[in-house]
C-alpha cells in the first residue's frame, strides 16, 4: 500500500451504533488529520495530531472520538451520530516542520440513518 | 465567515486554452497557499503551493499567482487537458512557527475541460 489508505470506503449505520474509521498513512509523516466535508461546504478540519498527541480539536461533539496510537494509524470513534452527520470523513498526513503539504486518502462516505 | 473564497463554484473552457481559477482570502495572517484537485470518489490530490514571499510559482503546465495586496491568488492551467477536469480547491495557512496543519479550503471550483 502506498500514500494514505481509509477503510471503510463507505459505511451506513444507525444513529445508535458505534463504528470506527480507520486511517493509515505509509509515508512517514508525523502528522495526521480528520476533515469532514458536508455537501457545499468547504472541508472542515476536526482533529490533528502531531507526534501521536492532539494539537487540535475544532469545537467537534464529543460524539466523534479521536485515537492515534502511533504516527502510521488514526482512528476516529463514532457513536449516537445525527443524519447531519452525513458526510465525506477524509484523513490526511503531513509532515511537521515542511514541506507544508497535506496528503489525503480516498475518504469514507458515511451515511447516518 | 468564509476566510478562503472560490467565487465560482463552476468553470467551463476548451481543451488546449487557458484555464483560470480565483481564490480570495480575507484573513491577512495567511502565510502559505495551496491548491487542490480532487477528482470523484477520490481524495484531493496536493497540485502546486505558494510562499508569501513569492508571487509566483510554477510547476509544468500549473502555475499560481499570488496578490497579497489584493489577498488574491489565482491557478492557472496551459494548455488545458481534458484530464484536468476535477474540483479544485484552494487552500490557506497561516505562519505557524514551522507548523502547518491550519489549512482553510474554500469551497472548490469545478473545472470541465472540453474535448
Known amino acids: 500500500e502506498t500514500g494514505v489508505t481509509q477503510t471503510p470506503r463507505h459505511l451506513v449505520m444507525g444513529m445508535t451504533n458505534k463504528k470506527s474509521l480507520k486511517c493509515e498513512q505509509h509515508l512517514g509523516h508525523n502528522a495526521m488529520y480528520w476533515y469532514k466535508q458536508s455537501a457545499k461546504k468547504p472541508l472542515e478540519l476536526m482533529f490533528v495530531?502531531?507526534?501521536?498527541?492532539?494539537?487540535e480539536n475544532n469545537s467537534v461533539p464529543s460524539r466523534f472520538s479521536p485515537e492515534c496510537p502511533n504516527s502510521s494509524h488514526l482512528f476516529l470513534h463514532l457513536h449516537t451520530l445525527q443524519p447531519e452527520d452525513s458526510a465525506l470523513y477524509l484523513c490526511?498526513?503531513?509532515?511537521?516542520?515542511?514541506?507544508?503539504?497535506?496528503?489525503f486518502g480516498p475518504g469514507t462516505r458515511l451515511t447516518v440513518t | 465567515d468564509q476566510q478562503v473564497k472560490q467565487n465560482s463554484p463552476s468553470l467551463s473552457v476548451q481543451e488546449g486554452r487557458i484555464s483560470i481559477l480565483n481564490c480570495d482570502y480575507t484573513?491577512?495572517?495567511?502565510?502559505?497557499f495551496l491548491w487542490y484537485k480532487k477528482y470523484p470518489a477520490e481524495g484531493p490530490t496536493f497540485l502546486i503551493s505558494i510562499s508569501s514571499i513569492k508571487d509566483k510559482n510554477e510547476d509544468g503546465r500549473f502555475t499560481v499567482f499570488l496578490n497579497k495586496s489584493a489577498k488574491h491568488l489565482s491557478l492557472h492551467i496551459v494548455p488545458s487537458q481534458p484530464g484536468d477536469s476535477a474540483v479544485y480547491f484552494c487552500?490557506?495557512?497561516?505562519?505557524?512557527?514551522?507548523?502547518?496543519?491550519?489549512?482553510?479550503f474554500g469551497k472548490g471550483t469545478l473545472l470541465t475541460v472540453n474535448p
Open positions: 484573513n491577512s495572517m495567511f502565510d502559505y
Open positions: 490526511a498526513s503531513s509532515q511537521e516542520g515542511g514541506p507544508y503539504e497535506q496528503y
Open positions: 487552500a490557506a495557512s497561516p505562519d505557524l512557527g514551522g507548523s502547518n496543519y491550519k489549512l482553510t
Open positions: 495530531y502531531s507526534l501521536e498527541e492532539r494539537v
